[in-house]
Structures are given as C-alpha cells and as structure tokens.
Nanobody
Framework: QVQLVESGGGLVQAGGSLRLSCAAS????????TAWYREREYVASITGSG?????NSAKGRFTISRDNAKTVYLQMNSLKSDDTAVYYC????????????????WGQGTQVTVST
C-alpha cells in the first residue's frame, strides 16, 4: 500500500510564500516521478533522477525539490490570487505486478488560499 500525505497549505497574502510537503510511505523502491497538481492543472514535477519541469505559470516562482526518494517539496514564492487552489501530490512508481507498467497514487490535497 502506498500513501501520500500533503502538508504546508494555508492562508497567505499575495506576494507571500508557502512550502508544501508530500511524504510518501509504503512499498516504494523507486520513483518514476513525483508531481504537484492544483485541481486538474499540472504545476511541477521531479523525476527519480532529479530532473524538474514546471508549467509556465510556475516557472521562476515555484521550486520543486526532494530530500529523499519519498519526500518532495514545492516552494511557492510570489504567490498570487490565481494560485488559490487545492494542491495535490501525485507519484508514479514502477508497477510491482506488471513488467514495464506503472502505478499512480494521489494524496488527499492541501488547500492554498492567497488573499489580496
């Protein structure tokens, strides 16, 4: 069983910062990629090898990082009201049952509210 727990959301004024955390637990031996989404919109991702990718709205303001294979962070700076959303963590790992396949898991989400 794989579980993802997000934390770090909250209320912040426009221009402020928040740091989201995504802690994974369970039978994870390697990671294809961990990503952050807000609602249905992709925000950023980091692969198992450390390659990062951002959506245009996140570039220059958000930074995705990790301290080990199971904990990923999203540092969000210069927040805008448009960043208000529930942020979800997503992880893709190699399938434990299907060679070449993938397993996908989602966290429950953490609310980010940016006030003006």
């Amino acid at each position: 069983q794989v579980q993802l727990v997000e934390s770090g959301g909250g209320l912040v004024q426009a221009g402020g910062s928040l740091r989201l955390s995504c802690a994974a637990s369970g039978d994870i031996f390697s990671v294809n990629a961990t990503a952050w989404y807000r609602e249905r919109e992709y925000v950023a991702s980091i692969t198992g090898s450390g390659r990062t990718h951002y959506t245009n709205s996140a570039k220059g303001r958000f930074t995705i990082s990790r301290d080990n294979a199971k904990t990923v962070y999203l540092q969000m700076n210069s927040l805008k009201s448009d960043d208000t959303a529930v942020y979800y963590c997503h992880i893709s790992i190699p399938s434990r049952w299907v060679p070449g396949g993938f397993e996908d898991y989602w966290g429950q989400g953490t609310q980010v509210t940016v006030s003006t």
